[in-house]
């Protein structure tokens, strides 16, 4: 085990809702990144947080946001959701400048 | 646990067989480059990575082996055993900076008792 958590583990939303999926990174990790993972693909990269502020980002829609809070815990939310959102949810917990990530185990997001 | 990687590619080897799982990647100014294992149900696990600088690297009965001309990435694991079945993806560092990752498709490798 890697020792980021990522909660809840499953969710269920339809259409139009937000969603706020959260993750706890690994002891002394100050970097956490969050990817998409559809089905039978590999993760695509959305954002990455350092000290609280973001520090890069992929080809996602501004509905897709995220926050990094002192204790480096981290969370993304998704507003207007839409099918194509449903998707495994991972986080990736880094020292910064090191490039090593380690993965929790997902969330499991189902748009309906 | 769900099922990650309905439609990926697939190798199918004998236990104590070795395996080679290919990748080719896109970005030529990429300098690293890690090998994640990610089984049923759970996030990615890294295996092994290797710098631009170098050609190869052998870890615990995996090898990687990079070829920066023609963009190749082969990850070989030794004497496959059924606890190595699971989806390997290839990842690349393009920005040099950072932890932001690119990965590739995945291969679902499948070892056979």
């Known amino acids: 085990e890697t020792g980021v958590t990522q909660s809840p583990t499953h969710l269920i939303k339809t259409r139009g809702q937000q969603v706020t999926l959260r993750c706890s990174s690994q002891?002394?990790?100050?970097?956490v990144s969050w990817y998409q993972q559809a089905l039978g693909q590999g993760p695509q990269f959305i954002f990455q947080y350092y000290r609280e502020e973001e520090n890069g980002r992929g080809n996602f829609p501004p509905r897709f946001s995220g926050l990094q809070f002192p204790n480096y815990s981290s969370e993304l939310n998704v507003n207007a959701l839409e099918l194509d959102d449903s998707a495994l949810y991972l986080c990736a917990s880094s020292f910064a400048n090191r490039e090593e990530q380690f993965f929790g185990p997902g969330t499991r997001l189902t748009v309906l | 646990g769900e099922s990650v990687g309905l439609h990926l590619p697939t190798l199918s080897v004998q236990e104590g067989d070795n395996s080679i799982i290919n990748c080719a990647y896109s970005?030529?100014?990429?300098?690293?480059f890690i090998w994640y294992k990610q089984e049923s149900g759970k996030g990615p696990q890294f295996i092994i990575d290797i710098r631009s600088n170098m050609d190869k690297r052998q870890g615990q009965r995996v090898t990687v082996l990079l070829n920066k001309t023609v963009k190749h990435l082969s990850l070989q694991i030794a004497a496959t055993q059924p606890g190595d079945s699971a989806v390997y993806f290839c990842a690349e560092n393009p920005n040099n900076a950072g932890n932001m990752l690119t990965f590739g498709g995945g291969t679902r490798l499948m070892v056979k008792p």
């Open positions: 970005n030529s100014a990429s300098d690293y």
């Open positions: 002891s002394g990790h100050n970097t």
